[in-house]
């Protein structure tokens, strides 16, 4: 077998060095700030891949410093640069790109890239790494289209979700493989993690108009409400992936969002799209089927969520009211799924609530931040915010009890219970169990998802149990 340190290290850049592809980095980027080149983007396309290529990287820059590396990979690097080893760093990326990298790490001889006259993939960087280096090479890649490169090699390092597959194939010209690192973190908990399952929660938000017209014995009903709600839950995964790849350079630069399965590389960018496209068409089908009303609230719902995450998130106060009529949209579809008429004043509660906790939720950030002027990342709040941010937020949760009161008079609200009266013990309760969120934000403990918060807290489990029982006995004491 070949000597590991004994021929230069030829490394290359997209899913090997990096868990991501610098291109389609730059391409969501680009859309983010330009989106009508998208049109000029796709003339590229079928035009010229190098013409592409230099043009988004002249739009966009690269910020090589933000991405996610493979880190056996570079410790492996860096150990053989002080052997005293040549590395080279040999990409398809654009040389922009590419001399950014090795600028950043400073780890390599020399860059081999694609450049405004050739892409350098396959044959072409196999004869671009031979004229600059000469015959005898170790190359470490990831993809099919590298195995024209291995084939010529003195050895092989094989990285990716191929692994196997690539290292029989090399074996069979011949290479000697010499390391293998395959991609970790793939998982069905990772996809999990990508369409944030735990956030359907939220969409229980569908039965709303079902409990509190006590209509859940009604089997059709309660069947129907559960298939809106996983159109729901569908449709909003595939927004919550779309928005990831949208903030994933925010993410990046986040504490505990640089964990996220696309920020990370443990997802590419065409798995997330991909997975974004077969969500959404799954969720349009099952919303039509149920109703066309139903399919139109839907519609809007998406399009509300999708426009938050381009652009309306990034506008303090207007962000969080958006979250509020949000959440309160769920309500609504419950009641057009179910033909149950909602009360004006549920709905108005249900907006004042929510625009009190979507306030925790952008408190809890602010608190989390050292920097008194630095500003959140993909938002536009800084620390100092937190002086009206305190008041509003208390202000909208007051208003919400108050609210809850002309819900608890309100005439259609009587004829539906025995012993109305009782309601008003699950106001005092509402009182604590938002007042105790409150409290858990000023003193720093809240996570930054207040309705995570009430389903892992023990006490607000046992508060919302409470209130539930105390609401079946002014029904049916």
Not at 233 to 256: F, K, M, P
Not at 366 to 390: F, H, N, Q, T
Request: hydrophobic share 50%; proline share 2%; with cysteine.
């Amino acid at each position: 077998m070949v000597q590991e340190s004994s021929h230069p290290l030829v490394v290359d850049l997209d899913g090997t060095l990096i868990l991501t592809d610098s291109l389609h980095e730059n391409l969501i980027a680009l859309i983010k700030i330009k989106p009508y080149v998208i049109f000029k983007l796709i003339k590229l396309c079928f035009h010229s891949k190098v013409e592409l290529k230099k043009f988004v990287y002249e739009q966009t820059g690269y910020r090589a410093e933000q991405m996610p590396y493979r880190q056996e990979l570079l410790e492996y690097i860096w150990h053989e640069k002080q052997n005293g080893r040549k590395i080279y760093l040999a990409t398809a990326a654009y040389e922009g790109i590419a001399e950014k990298t090795a600028n950043y790490l400073q780890c390599f001889d020399d860059v081999i890239a694609t450049h405004s006259r050739q892409n350098l993939k396959g044959i072409n960087k196999l004869n671009a790494i031979q004229e600059k280096i000469g015959q005898e090479f170790v190359y470490a890649g990831d993809n099919v289209a590298d195995l024209v490169i291995w084939n010529e090699a003195c050895g092989a390092i094989v990285v990716g979700k191929k692994v196997n597959q690539l290292t029989l194939k090399i074996q069979q010209s011949g290479t000697p493989v010499l390391k293998k690192w395959e991609n970790t973190g793939f998982s069905i908990t990772t996809w999990m993690k990508a369409i944030r399952i735990h956030q359907w929660l939220k969409n229980i938000l569908l039965f709303v108009p079902l409990l509190t017209a006590f209509q859940f014995f009604d089997l059709h009903k309660l069947f129907t409400t559960f298939i809106g709600f996983v159109a729901f839950s569908l449709g909003a995964s595939a927004t919550y992936i779309l928005n990831d790849l949208w903030d994933i350079e925010n993410d990046r630069v986040h504490s505990n969002k640089m964990q996220r399965p696309f920020a990370s590389g443990k997802l590419s960018i065409v798995q997330g799209i991909t997975a974004s496209l077969v969500l959404l068409i799954i969720a349009a089908i099952i919303a039509i089927n149920i109703s066309w009303m139903f399919f139109s609230v839907f519609l809007l719902y998406l399009l509300i969520t999708t426009i938050y995450s381009l652009r309306l998130k990034q506008i303090i106060l207007l962000d969080i009211i958006i979250l509020s009529v949000l959440y309160t949209i769920r309500i609504f579809a419950g009641g057009v799924v179910t033909n149950i008429d909602l009360s004006y004043p549920l709905l108005a509660f249900s907006i004042s609530i929510f625009l009190s906790l979507a306030t925790v939720k952008r408190c809890t950030e602010l608190i989390a931040m050292p920097d008194e002027k630095k500003v959140i990342a993909g938002r536009g709040y800084i620390k100092s915010d937190l002086d009206i941010l305190w008041p509003l937020g208390i202000s909208t949760y007051i208003g919400a009890i108050i609210l809850f009161g002309l819900y608890i008079t309100a005439s259609e609200t009587i004829v539906l219970y025995h012993v109305p009266a009782l309601l008003w013990l699950v106001q005092l309760l509402m009182i604590y169990l938002i007042g105790n969120l409150w409290m858990m934000t000023k003193r720093g403990l809240m996570n930054e998802d207040p309705i995570v918060f009430l389903i892992q807290d023990k006490k607000s489990l046992a508060l919302l149990a409470l209130i539930i029982g105390i609401i079946l006995l002014a029904r049916y004491l």
